[in-house]
């Protein structure tokens, strides 16, 4: 997804009116806002993108971008759509200035932990004079519609966050922190778990920057015994199998950011820690009573390779799986 067809028909140059000269109409990518390709990849030390799913025929994404050099200028300019381009600065970064729809907006310091929401039904260009290392998330507005919709709040018409406010966020930072392995190994990654942490980052736009009241979210009631049979169906099953959250949520009839907020009050752990749990029960019996080699078992229980179900184990466990094993034959 990250090489999408963006192309502009055109080109914008800074201007000593602190307006951008659009020559052109920019022609947006057919694939919409989830295409974050701002510049040529060999201008950064790291680009990587990640499509996590769809709701209501949108797109949400992750992406991060990093570079150690001065001057890579003017960005091409975002791609057009119901979303929002959602950045969290991973670390200091000079000054930027930011154009909205060939005007300039502001002019705003990178700190780490500084956020920045644009909403992608403008066009927008960032001029980047310093190094940089960022974190983003595309939200669909579809996202923020199930959500206020299921909450029986009213719509959000804008998330407000302009750089101007230069606004660090620490729940953002750390959000975008914990999905940011997922970028690097996400054959490693749980749908389950990268899901939502999206929908956790979600809810805090909307309470936080969208207005809707933290006490809405307390309303949300457990599953019915039928639902949480389903969701133990669906999860534990069959072990070699990466359900995602939408598919295990609309089994059970509810919209995911309330599956998992019931999940959670009716069996007290997210959908994503009962897998875990019981990937790691299976596992132990395995290791406990049959001759099977760890990677023979790290498969059959649905881990990604050796080294996730080792470190998985050792998380939930508190020792290795190897030693685990020699302790139960002593």
């Known amino acids: ?38 510049a040529p990849r060999n201008q950064f030390e790291k680009a990587a993108q990640l499509v996590l799913g769809t709701r209501q025929g949108r797109d949400f994404s992750i992406a991060t971008h990093k570079r150690d050099r001065p001057g890579l200028g003017l960005t091409i300019p975002t791609p057009v759509g119901a979303a929002y381009l959602v950045v969290v600065q991973l670390r200091p970064g000079g000054s930027c200035e930011v154009h909205r729809d060939a005007c300039h907006v502001t002019t705003g310091e990178l700190r780490t932990g500084t956020l920045c929401i644009m909403d992608l039904r403008h066009l927008w260009v960032a001029d980047l004079k310093d190094p940089f290392h960022t974190f983003s998330f595309v939200v669909p507005q579809s996202m923020l519609d199930e959500l206020t919709d299921d909450l029986g709040h009213p719509r959000i018409r804008m998330l407000e966050c302009p750089l101007s406010a230069e606004r660090e966020d620490w729940i953002m930072l750390n959000l975008a922190k914990a999905l940011y392995p997922v970028l690097e190994t996400p054959h490693a990654s749980s749908a389950l778990a990268t899901t939502h942490l999206f929908e956790a980052a979600t809810a805090h736009l909307a309470q936080v920057y969208g207005g809707v009241a933290p006490h809405a979210f307390d309303s949300i009631s457990g599953l019915a015994a039928w639902q949480i049979r389903r969701a133990k169906e669906m999860l534990g099953d069959d ?8 598919d295990v949520s609309a089994e059970c009839g509810l919209p995911s950011f309330r599956f998992v907020k019931a999940f959670k009050t009716s069996l007290g752990i997210s959908p994503h820690r009962w ?9 132990k019996n395995l290791l406990a009573w049959t001759a099977q080699s760890r990677e023979s078992i790290a498969r059959f229980c649905g881990f990604a390779d050796l080294a996730h179900f080792d470190g998985v184990f050792r998380r939930l466990v508190g020792t290795p799986p190897d030693r685990w094993r020699n302790d139960r034959r002593l």
């Open 1 to 38: 997804m990250y090489e999408g067809n963006l192309r502009p028909r055109g080109v914008f140059r800074g201007m000593a009116t602190n307006e951008l000269e659009m020559e052109m109409l920019f022609d947006p990518t057919p694939e919409g806002p989830t295409s974050l390709h701002f």
């Open 275 to 283: 897998l875990m749990n019981r990937r790691i029960d299976s596992a």
């Open 239 to 246: 072990l070699n199998t990466n359900p995602t959250l939408a």
